[in-house]
């Protein structure tokens, strides 16, 4: 860089800081911001890998225990990851690509799973092919063990496949059909045709699904704990290192561990992304074009697919109601509602649940906006870094940003260990990202001159903000905010070592009761956290109308 160069950054720098102390409230937004990312994401993180020492990176590198459930942690993610993603991929591809019957009952069955804890597809597969399923045992009369790793497979490719579907759906669904029509006039088919046009169009949309899964699994927690048997990884290792052995450094020191591979896939799917261009939004006009389909065989095999994979999951989600309403599910088919009573209207978790969530939901989506906004749509010096921070929490896994709040906050002014407020914090952090993201894309369609005539008029920053971009953020609003709730709801990682005796949650309830064999009342809880989720979507449909379809993926 030349001195030229440095003297218009330094003017420029200026500049930015100057016109902020023209405007005092933007200042004092913009200074609350950098306050708080250092108080809750810079402090808890360094705090928790200045914890370990020489000796307890040693024992983790060397100890065969720590070596194995590392190895194990990649091995079993890493290959769920691929499953969950060529069954979301084919899955979304029938959807766009085919004329195939039924997509809309395809697209509703595909996101069930998600507004349903992960650990419930561990849950669903204990009941089914467990030492005394119902289909292992009731039915076929089998003596099988299918605990370990090939469980831990079946139950993360399931739980997360939703993910994988999502994101590639998206993708796949904005593809513009004029590349496709162009290659196929040029004498493109078939296979060579998806390989060369398609696929690589789609290779956003495959990278993206690769981060969000890779990173789930890699942190998962009540899979390997239900069905993993002693085939442990790093989460589940963390975790009995500082609950069972009372080793608070070798559990930290074991989720920064945990760190590395999900930075890892974060820092190459963000390198792949920005070397390859993948535009295909031109704005030439494609009005009138359709969407180049399969043929014959493959939309009538797609269609078989899909199906087998919506009934698979609705016997997932049909398992867990027949077992949480009825008196012994393979023996006594009468009904019942004690279950539900004692999981659900009974216990205090799942109002602990709602309000934590619905306040999770509130904080990230109105921070998630703010912080766009100023990123956006204001120059300023360090702007960079709210990115940068805002997006962090989701490349980390959430054992590491449960223990780190813990070990943040466990003492001094702002203790607040065995809290609600903890809780709120930890689920806010793994949130965000997904809110500041929403609000990026939703600003990124509205144009900035609106913004300038209401500043040219007299407006201040915060006015503008208020009174123009706000309402034309109503749908990206609502998303963020049900979004952010349902994962709320359902997450269990997070908050594993954040909850109390006092301030439990669902989630963890229904892990707790699954290891004690409390089957019926755990399925009765998750029964009761896919109700609550779906009275949320209905009072969020009835309110937004025709602004919001959450099945229109």
Known sequence: MSEKDIGHEHTGGMAEFKALLREPPLLISISVVFLLFAVFIIYPFVKILLVPDGSDWIRALTEEEFVLAFAHTLYSSFVATFSAIILGFLFAYGIHYTDMPCK??????????????????????????????????????????????????????????????????????????????????????????????????????IASAFLLVAINSLADFGNPMLVGGNYQV???????????????PMGATLSVFLVIPTLIVFFIQRYYLEKNSYVTVTGKPVAGLIRVTTGPLAKWLLFAFS???????????GVVFLFAFTVAFGYDYTFTLEYFKEGVIHSHVMINSWVASIS????????????????????????????FLAMLPVSLPGTFIGLALILAFNDGPLAMTGTLGIIILGMALRQLPVGYRQAVAGLKQIEGSLEEASTNLGANSFITFRKIVLPMLKNSLSVSFVYA??????????????????WNLASINIMSLANQGFLPTASATAVGIMLVIYATFGIVKLILRDKINIFDL
């Open 485 to 502: 709730f349902m994962r709320s709801m359902n997450t269990l990682s997070t908050v594993i070592f954040l909850v109390s005796p006092e």
């Open 307 to 317: 199906m087998l994979l919506s009934l698979g999951i609705l016997m997932i989600i």
């Open 104 to 205: 809309r009952f395809f697209q509703v069955v595909a996101l069930l799973p998600t507004m349903a804890p992960s650990v419930v597809t561990g849950l669903a597969f204990i009941m089914l092919f467990g030492r005394r399923g119902f289909i292992t045992w009731n039915l076929l009369h089998l003596k099988v063990d299918l605990y370990g790793p090939f469980g831990l497979w079946v139950a993360q490719t399931v739980a997360f496949f939703p993910l994988a579907y999502i994101t590639i759906s998206g993708v796949l669904k904005s593809i513009s059909p004029n590349l496709e029509l162009a290659a196929q006039n040029l004498g493109a088919r078939g296979w060579y045709l998806f390989r060369t046009v398609t696929l690589r169009l789609a290779t956003p949309g």
């Open 360 to 387: 999770t939901a509130a904080i990230t989506t109105v921070l998630g906006i703010a912080l766009a906004f100023l990123t956006i749509r204001k120059k300023f010096p360090g702007r960079t870094i709210i990115d």
């Open 234 to 248: 790093l989460a589940t290792e963390a975790y009995t290192q500082v609950t069972g052995a009372w080793d608070l």
